[in-house]
Structure formats: structure tokens, C-alpha cells
């Protein structure tokens, strides 16, 4: 069974790490957020160390750039099920005798380990060009990483969790648009223009981590600051909401899998 999972993860792992999709859009992304570095007047890079502690400078630069990265991990998660229709994979699963629950583990795990090299790849040439042109210590480029997988990792876990499975109950493209809109609006809006959760234990952006590990001031929402216990137990909200939709996910593929 170990085998099985095994060969399970690497395929699901391979099928989306050679996704060009997949790198088409995190270096669209890079490249936006590496020209927004330089001035309007043609001056050149602008320096975008202001003095603060590099611990906290790399977080706050690590969760500005992966602010909306998780919006295309939940559109490249989305159609995972359909590319087995498409490819004639579901049969095979269906009549295979590994478990459904070890089937979305793997997608699960293997999209999560692909889009984690793309994040950390693309954190990694930022980190790079700030060590090289704007005279970033050499540290910088560990700093953006620990701050990557402390703040970014659970917000992908989450956004792949549902994606994997809520495109099962409701056409995909529908579910990529509502998606989008929910990730803004749970996320990243503030309840003084709209009501919104995005100021709860149930934002995954990875605000409370910024706030409450790196003590940082920024708040996208203009909320309150919260505290390293508020941003242990928000972590533990993400964990539980992932394992939830992915309980929730075999349950309904099972259900689909006996009506096929």
C-alpha cells in the first residue's frame, strides 16, 4: 500500500509540476511584482529596505508578493478530476483496488508539493535580485524562504483542499470564478467597505502569521493586530478546514465513483 501511495503522489506530483501553466504563471507574476521595483522617473531600483529587523522585512515583501499567488493554485487545483475524465485515468482508479481516500491524498499532496516549488522557486529569484542589486544580505534569501513556508505553504494547502473538491458538485469554470471572488472577499477586503470574514480565524492569507510570528503592523483589511496565539490557533483553523474538505471531497467521489 506504501507503494501504491508512493506511485500515486510522484505521478499526480509529475502531471502538475510539467504543467507550463503551472510556471507561466508564477513567473508572470514575478516578473510583475520584480518591475514594480523600479521607479516611474527612470531613476532605477528604488530601495526598498527601510531599516526594519530582515526577519520582518522579508515577511512582509514574502506575503505582499504571494497575496494573490493562492488564486492561481485554486485554479490549477480546480480541475484535477476533469484532466482524469480527459485521460481516461478515472476508469482505471475506479476499477484499481487503491482506496479513493489515498487517490485525493495523493492529488492533494502531489499539488501541494508542485505548487510549493513554483512559490519557493519564484520567492528565490526575488530574494536573489535583491541580494544582487539593492544590496540585500545574504541572509535575505533564507529569511524569504522560512517566511514562504511559515506564511504561504497553509495558504495553498487551503485554497487546494476545496478546489480538488468542490468543482465536483458544481461546474468547474463557475467554481473558478467564484473562487476568485472569494478569496478577495475572505481574504484580503476589509469589513469597513463590505461584510466580510476576512478580519476572523478563517483568513488563510496569511495575515495572522505576519502579525502574530514576525509582529508586523500591516493589516490588508485594516483590522486589529493579532497575536502569536491568535496565529497558532488561525494555523490550526486551516488545518482543521483542510482536512474537513478532504474528508468531505472522498465522500463525494466515492459517492460519484459507485454511480459511474
Not at 524562504?145 to 468547474?172: E, K, R, T
Request: charged share 10%; aromatic share 14%; glycine share 6%.
Amino acid at each position: 500500500m506504501n507503494t501504491q501511495f508512493a506511485n500515486l503522489f510522484l505521478y499526480e506530483y509529475r502531471m502538475a509540476v510539467r504543467r507550463p501553466g503551472l510556471w507561466i504563471s508564477f513567473g508572470i507574476v514575478c516578473v510583475f511584482f520584480l518591475l514594480g521595483l523600479n521607479t516611474t522617473s527612470g531613476e532605477g531600483l528604488i530601495e526598498v529596505f527601510t531599516g526594519k529587523d530582515m526577519w520582518l522585512e522579508a515577511a512582509e515583501t514574502v506575503f505582499t508578493f504571494h497575496m494573490f499567488t493562492p488564486v492561481l493554485v485554486g485554479i490549477l487545483a480546480s480541475d484535477r478530476f476533469q484532466r482524469d475524465f480527459h485521460s481516461n485515468v478515472r476508469e482505471l482508479q475506479i476499477s484499481s483496488p487503491v482506496s479513493t481516500r489515498n487517490v485525493i491524498l495523493a492529488k492533494f499532496l502531489g499539488m501541494w508539493a508542485s505548487v510549493l516549488l513554483a512559490g519557493l522557486v519564484s520567492t528565490l529569484v526575488h530574494g536573489s535580485i535583491s541580494i544582487l542589486l539593492l544590496s540585500a544580505p545574504a541572509q535575505f534569501l533564507l529569511a524569504e524562504s522560512v517566511a514562504f513556508f511559515v506564511m504561504i505553504a497553509p495558504a495553498y494547502a487551503f485554497v487546494i483542499a476545496f478546489s480538488l473538491g468542490c468543482p465536483l458538485l458544481m461546474p468547474l469554470r463557475v467554481y473558478q470564478i467564484l473562487f476568485t471572488g472569494y478569496w478577495v472577499w475572505g481574504n484580503l477586503l476589509t469589513w469597513k467597505l463590505i461584510p466580510t470574514i476576512s478580519d476572523s480565524l478563517l483568513n488563510a492569507s496569511g495575515m495572522y502569521a505576519l502579525q502574530g510570528f514576525y509582529h508586523s503592523t500591516r493589516s490588508p483589511v485594516m483590522g486589529s493586530i493579532h497575536s502569536q496565539v491568535e496565529a497558532w490557533i488561525n494555523l490550526l483553523v486551516i488545518i482543521l478546514c483542510v482536512t474537513a474538505a478532504l474528508t468531505a471531497t472522498c465522500i463525494v467521489a466515492e459517492w460519484q465513483y459507485k454511480r459511474a
